[in-house]
């Protein structure tokens, strides 16, 4: 069963940092675009960042995140990253990754073949 599962959310102060974790299961990511979407309570999904297939390519699609968020990933582990920094409230949001069947990013989560359950990110103080 092809399968992402995303790890890593939990509750963070405003400037704290998390890491997220995307890890595929029945299939390797080696060949796959990944992309980091969110969605906040009441909003529509949007997405965040996106790597290509050879990590040579990143793309950041929101801009209030450059600087602070940071994918990347790690084929051998299968596994793809969200690093966020000095985190704002406006960042709370469920943190979705898929993977799309290409080696290049696009911002349309229609293109993407495979997504995962999610990880709620909450910035509270």
């Known amino acids: 069963q092809l399968q992402l599962v995303e790890s890593g959310g939990g509750l963070v102060q405003p400037g704290g940092s998390l890491r997220l974790s995307c890890a595929a299961s029945?299939?390797?990511?080696?060949?796959?675009?990944i992309g980091w979407f969110r969605q906040a309570p009441g909003k529509e999904r949007e997405g965040v960042s996106c790597?290509?297939?050879?990590?040579?390519?990143?793309?950041n699609y929101v801009e209030y995140v450059m600087g602070r968020f940071t994918i990347s990933r790690d084929n051998a582990k299968n596994t793809v990253y969200l690093q966020m920094n000095s985190l704002k409230t406006e960042d709370k949001a469920v943190y979705y990754c898929?993977?799309?069947?290409?080696?290049?990013?696009?911002?349309?989560?229609?293109?993407?073949?495979?997504w995962g359950q999610g990880t709620q990110v909450t910035v509270s103080s």
């Open positions: 029945g299939f390797t990511l080696d060949y796959y675009a």
């Open positions: 898929a993977a799309r069947g290409d080696s290049s990013c696009t911002r349309g989560a229609m293109m993407y073949n495979y």
């Open positions: 790597i290509s297939s050879s990590g040579g390519s990143i793309i």
